[in-house]
């Protein structure tokens, strides 16, 4: 701890032509550090916690140059001053600190929006513990808090002890974290292969458990960590009990509904399914909820609950093949025989469209322009959508009726106009109306 006189004579020494030695000293080790976790990362998946995104951001780096420091110290002259040393000890143990709890919260929580948050917090709360700790203020600090105290259950409670189990209790749920994170990655290790398919359900519902009992012990281990008994949580599990009987229900449910969904294997991840008229595939089962990402990029979160009692509707469940058909009309003097054969041909040589079952050409409607044909086809990956194969089998289907010079007709409508018969007109001879005839009012007979 550096106060009063060393405090200064610390400042001093940093002002020293010696100190220029310990600088190249510790250059050294942040590059020896900074290469090895470079070369030990290069080759492996980045974003974890031991390398982070660039490797030089995770954990590994501050911790293998706090041990080169380290090492370095205890190697160096007695009669040499430590000054920069002495500085950057307890700068890199910070910096491990702060590196290993935001690396396992982020493993943790991938997607919470306050990880960023407390990842701020967290810093500055480190660091400002550092600069307390190097200007000698922090036992004046810490007797500051233990002077206050206030009465919890006929006892003395002080500031400082709450804070110690806070930060213990922070302690020992980083680390079940880290564990539980550490595990589940394990667990969850190639499921995006083909072959592991069928078992992701079996080692998402071992994850999820796993984390679920880790959280239970170390927040047990936390609580003891934080002065509080144990036995004051009979009363806590009673109300609990009370408050899931009563408005935590669908929550309960849906946990349940998680677990039933992962453990019988009915809708798995990676399954097409079709919820609520909402169409998509299956890429997340937690113990709430499911996640259902649609072929456009919309997801759409589902409660476990419903999941289970309403109708779901699987196009995968058993099979992964599904079929697509289009329609196209050919003139009525065109040789159908001669023409699906080649069709099929056609069709069948498109990249994704499986030979089993085979595609299928078949006459469906005498449509008024022309004969109607249904062109159906197979394919066997439905999360990768269906548009695409359609078209690329209008097309073929399009190049070979141009090739064979069949006609597509246009629709054709027939009007007929009604025949109008012309009235036969009476003669008119040049001495005028014939006799009998009647003449106009005021007209003479000549």
Not at 38 to 67: E, K, S
Request: contains cysteine.
């Amino acid at each position: 701890m550096l106060t009063g006189q060393t405090l200064a004579g610390w400042v001093q020494g940093l002002w020293q032509l010696a100190s220029l030695a310990e600088l190249a000293l510790l250059a050294a080790c942040v590059g020896l550090a900074g290469g090895t976790a470079w070369l030990l990362g290069r080759d492996r998946r980045r974003g974890g916690i031991w390398f982070g995104q660039r490797v030089v951001d995770g954990v590994l780096f501050p911790l293998l140059a706090l041990g080169a420091v380290l090492l370095v110290r205890q190697g160096m002259p007695a009669d040499m001053p430590r000054a920069v040393f002495h500085l950057a000890v307890p700068v890199l143990m910070s910096l491990c600190a702060i590196r290993l709890a935001v690396r396992v919260l982020q493993a943790a929580f991938p997607q919470s929006p306050l990880v960023r948050l407390v990842e701020r917090w967290l810093s500055w709360l480190v660091w400002l513990c550092l600069v307390l700790w190097l200007t000698g203020l922090l036992p004046v600090v810490l007797a500051e808090l233990e002077a206050i105290t206030w009465t919890v259950g006929g006892g003395q409670v002080s500031l400082r002890s709450v804070i110690e189990g806070a930060l213990s209790a922070v302690v020992v749920l980083v680390a079940v974290l880290w564990l539980s994170a550490a595990i589940e990655a394990r667990l969850l290790a190639g499921v995006s292969d083909a072959g592991f398919v069928g078992n992701v359900s079996l080692r998402k519902i071992a994850a999820n458990a796993t984390r679920a009992l880790l959280l239970v012990v170390g927040l047990l281990f936390a609580l003891s960590a934080a002065g509080i008994p144990l036995t004051a949580l009979s009363v806590l599990g009673g109300a609990i009990g009370v408050g899931i009987g009563l408005g935590l229900q669908k929550l309960a449910a849906n946990y349940v509904s998680g677990f039933v969904l992962l453990a019988e294997g009915s809708l798995r991840i990676g399954d097409m399914v079709v919820v609520d008229g909402f169409e998509g595939r299956i890429t997340d089962i937690s113990t709430r909820y499911t996640v259902i990402r649609a072929l456009n990029g919309r997801e759409s979160i589902v409660p476990n609950e419903m999941m289970i009692t309403q109708r779901v509707v699987s196009m995968t469940m058993s099979d992964t093949r599904i079929n697509g058909t289009t329609v196209v009309q050919v003139a009525y003097d065109t040789d159908v025989d001669a023409l699906i054969p080649q069709l099929v041909a056609v069709v069948a040589a498109i990249d994704r469209v499986i030979t089993d079952p085979a595609p299928a050409v078949t006459l469906t409607d005498f449509a008024a322009s022309g004969l109607e044909l249904t062109i159906s086809f197979w394919i066997r990956d439905p999360h990768n959508g269906l548009g695409a194969v359609r078209s690329a089998v209008n097309l073929a289907v399009l190049r070979t009726l141009n090739a064979l010079d069949v006609e597509i007709p246009y629709p054709q409508q027939v009007q007929r106009e009604p025949r109008i018969k012309a009235a036969a007109a009476p003669a008119v001879s040049p001495a005028g109306p014939p006799q009998g005839a009647e003449l106009p009012l005021g007209g003479t007979r000549a």
